[in-house]
């Protein structure tokens, strides 16, 4: 079954360091997801991406956030001055047409230090 | 707001035994109410959906009822198994999917 591809699954880093958080949606999807889950709590969204540009953001969304299709494959999420706040679980999403169904990657696990 | 609510938090029951998982959402617009399975370290796997065309759908021993008007979906797993030990989270869309708290299963053998 395809499945949506995430790397790394561990990501450290330093409070202030940038980091991007890479994935594969799976290959005839449409439309691309991220969202994030701090221990413990509810998975929240983040951003929806389709036709190349955001078509839905959160207000957890912030200017130091940013996403991209670099290529036909990976959609990055960039993290620009991480904050301890930022740890969390991070899980990209992809779906084909509107109405199907959302299927998420294994998540990286990001802990900001 | 958009808002999904999701009871209890925990459940716990012994193996064979039934178990309920609700949820209510705010946004009479939406139109679609899938069921994700979270098992430690991995992401939510979709277990069941539905779509607010539909009253009630079931797969082997799970099954979702969805009340429109009431504005709430419920998810009933039967004859329980150590192995459906995870987090459940419902969720609805509104445009985008917003997830309930989720709720955490134990299924005692």
């Known amino acids: 079954e395809p499945e949506v591809t995430q790397t790394p699954s561990h990501q450290v880093t330093q409070m202030g360091q940038e980091v991007i958080l890479r994935c594969v949606p799976i290959?005839?999807?449409?439309?691309f997801y991220w969202y994030r889950q701090i221990l413990g709590q509810k998975v929240e969204f983040l951003v929806s991406?389709?036709?190349?540009?955001?078509?839905?953001k959160s207000e957890i969304f912030d200017d130091q956030f940013s996403v991209e299709r670099p290529d036909g494959s990976n959609f990055t999420l960039k993290i620009r001055s991480t904050k301890l706040e930022d740890s969390a679980m991070y899980f990209c999403?992809?779906?084909?047409?509107?109405?199907?169904?959302?299927?998420f990657g294994s998540g990286t696990q990001l802990s900001v230090l | 707001g958009e808002n999904v609510e999701q009871h209890p938090s925990t459940l716990s029951v012994q193996e064979g035994d039934s178990a309920v998982i609700k949820c209510t959402y705010s946004?009479?617009?939406?139109?679609?109410f899938p069921w994700y399975k979270q098992e430690l370290g991995k992401g939510p796997q979709l277990i069941i959906d539905?779509?607010?065309?539909?009253g009630e759908k079931k797969d082997q021993r799970i099954a979702v009822t969805l009340n429109k008007t009431a504005k709430h979906f419920s998810l009933h797993i039967t004859e329980t198994q150590p192995e459906d030990s995870a987090v459940y989270f419902c969720?609805?869309?509104?445009?985008?999917?917003?997830f309930g708290q989720g709720t955490e299963l134990s299924v005692k053998p």
């Open positions: 999403a992809s779906r084909g047409l509107p109405g199907e169904k959302l299927f």
């Open positions: 290959s005839n999807h449409l439309y």
């Open positions: 991406f389709y036709n190349n540009e955001i078509s839905e």
């Open positions: 946004d009479s617009a939406s139109n679609y």
């Open positions: 539905i779509r607010s065309n539909v």
């Open positions: 969720a609805a869309r509104m445009g985008k999917l917003i």
